[in-house]
């Protein structure tokens, strides 16, 4: 059972930056895609970023250039660097982790998430 634990989030004021931790129980982080979602009041739970096996990384349009999605494989934790943070931003942030097992079946494990306020 993959259990992800964030942690880092809080209250910023707009321009702030933060950054979210994502730890992982096994050694999943570099060998499955691991992506960061987020949810605002009232609005569906939408991705922000995300990292694939090799690398790769993707991020929504309202995100890009600001955020960054990092990870370290020693400490199986994902990472989210948030600069230049807007109002917007404000939001429940997930840890998601897109697991495969060995017949290639996809599981989807999700953290408790982790509150992000930004203040104007």
């Known amino acids: 059972q993959v259990q992800l634990v964030e942690s880092g989030g809080g209250l910023v004021q707009a321009g702030g930056s933060l950054r979210l931790s994502c730890a992982a129980s096994?050694?999943?982080?570099?060998?499955?895609?691991m992506g960061w979602y987020r949810q605002a009041p009232g609005k569906p739970r939408e991705p922000v970023a995300r990292i694939t096996p090799g690398a790769s990384t993707n991020y929504a349009d309202s995100v890009k250039g600001r955020f960054t999605i990092s990870r370290d494989h020693a400490k199986n934790t994902v990472y989210l660097q948030m600069n230049s943070l807007k109002v917007d931003d404000t939001a429940v942030y997930y840890c998601?982790?897109?697991?495969?097992?060995?017949?290639?079946?996809?599981?989807?494990?999700w953290g408790q998430g982790t509150q992000v306020t930004v203040s104007s």
């Open positions: 998601n982790a897109e697991v495969k097992d060995s017949l290639l079946r996809t599981y989807n494990y």
């Open positions: 096994g050694s999943i982080v570099s060998s499955n895609v």
